[in-house]
């Protein structure tokens, strides 16, 4: 841990100091101490362990600010040591667990077992996030100064929304207090209620009920109204279409304290996807139009859409192995989404340094975060990436407890080779 | 204890909101006409440590006290005062009376005024009920509180235990806690303090102390140890069992945590600063026992005992006003 480190003749890439360039940096007491532009292996710190980076992108580790971590209650899906292994071999280092557990963390004692049961047997950071409402009930606001203060990061009912405007207006406003961050899950619950995929042709000809595209934007424009009223910090979680991606771009024009985020199968696949009944493809919000999926890449491209999550919804195949309607939600992504962006780096969609930006530098100011960032008395939460190198994704490299990947068998390039938490390496690619 | 000022003649302008013989609320009242009202009630507190506290000043006037609303405090207070002042007074119990029964206000205001009473003291749940009920009767009204409108002798007898502890009310700076929002104690006493000339801070969370009231030229504090720092007077408003449970805040351990008034948080204001609570109090919701019960720091009794005061000056001013004094 004390151990002086140098990680030399490396491609550095900082979003938040927009610093793309060969040369290393050197990591002591799970800090960086020192950010070098021009270190290689010859003029490393005598003493000093020198990892070689061969030329590969060094960049902060990944911040994913929203994943579902099985903990407490859903074990037999996911645990924070399986879940923080699959995190590690995808490249993130902070994983911000999510509030809708069994129980829910809606209770101080609760944030502090999820910090605890992190500490004990996750090897990446994993944080608290705690729930707008008690017991996810969408009527009653939890202790949210106490939450914070026990170390939750954020506010979320996880995949569920909080539907009434009032308790929104309220969570927004009592929010202000400390400028705590509400995460919404935009869709209207009761649009949504009997729908499976997106409402359009492929629902159609499925015979699956659908959920219109516009059950998101409704809620969207409501709580940007009430962030309008309130000033609270909002962020609305997995924006899957067009119109409501146009609504937060707006509402930043206007100067509100909003942000938003897109989960990997947003921007890397579309309701064809559903194919014959893939329930692996079922998530909230679901797959939705190609015009869709692009207005997602574009609003990356322009930063209308802050962050990339992985929204990491591990399933039994007791959940997914039935009926498409009746499947869970949701599928796993911590190993996946860095791939998947990369991917839209190759397609020459969206830069490389936005996508980092995306993963590191957005999440970090938006939760608040020391690390997602290459500077000195950072923490030396990094990765290693090799943008190039071709691979395909398969059921046996999954890490996580479930194997609910809507990916598996997708050819694709670039991934995590080493993963640094506090200076010490939490995964290393064999023959890397 | 400053002494009792000589009350001066009535500065009741034809133009004042008292003109018409009623005390609806402190907005609109001028300086000299609040201390006009807290000069005669100063006079009235000495008089009231005395054995014999019965004055002859409202001889055959007739009160009622109409509380539409649970009260202990103000409607004894008021009862005493209108009694030593030697009017006949009697309690309107809204629970079990016709009103119950779904009588109109307009219809009980004008079948009490057939009575003739004089003087008529008001509590309504509903905002704005004690001026529509004084545009329908003969007599003075004076409002018990309305909704969460407006208080006024509640502020009225604040500000006299401000007086006399700290002299003057003028260049104080009086931090208000709690739920302002639904509070007619507060918004009787930001109009009252502002007028007199004190700075006045609102604390509390943003779901009850909103920043819309940073329009009425105030300063709203979310942080309490930033809203107390250096104040004079800290003044604790009850938090109604309502709001308590997830609404507007999520429990009364959260409240008491952020916004309880205790040792820790009241060291950021004045070594000298007041402590004042309207009553009755939520022990350990927003103020911790041994605060309230500090007999260096704590005037919440004394406040008690000026509100008999400052009624009595207030039935004094009006019925004056109506005989033409």
Redesign the interface.
Known sequence: MNKLKAFVNARLMDPASDLDTAGGLIVQNGKITDVAPGLFADSAPSGAEVIDCEGLVLAPGLIDARAYLGEPGQEQKETMATASRAAAAGGITTIAAMASTDPCIDEVALVEFVSRRARDTAIVNVVPTACV??GRKG????????LAEAGAVAFSDGHRAIASAQVMR?AL?????WDLLVIQHPEEPSLAASGAMNAGEMATRLGIPGIPSIAEVMIVERDLRLVEM??GRYHAACVSTAASIEAIRQAKSRGLPVSCSAAAHHFALNELAVGDYRTFTKVSPPLRSEEDRLAVVAGLADGAIDCIVSDHSPHDQEAKRLPFAQAADGAIGLQTVLPLALELHHNSQVPLMRLLDALTRAPADMLGLEAGRLAGGAPADLVLIDPDRPWRITEDMFLSRSKNSAFEDRPIQGRAVRTVVAGETVFELNGS | MTSAQKPSASPILPNSPLAKGHLLGIEGLNPLEIGYLLDKAESYVDHNRQIDKKLNTLQGRTQINLFYENSTRTRASFELAGKRMGADVINMAVEGSSIKKGETLIDTAMTLNAMQPDILVVRHDQSGAVKLLAQKVDGAVINGGDGSHEHPTQALLDALTIRRRKGTLSGLTVAICGDIAHSRVARSNIHLLNTMGAQVRLIGPPTLVPKSFERMGLEVHHNMREGLRDVDIVMMLRLQMERMQGSYVPSTSEYFHFWGLDYEKLAAAKPDALIMHPGPMNRGVEIATDVADDIHRSAIREQVEMGVAVRMACLEVLCDQRAGA
């Open positions: 409402t008690r009527k009653e606001i939890t202790e949210m100064g106490m309220r406003a009592y929010a202000t207090g309130t000033g």
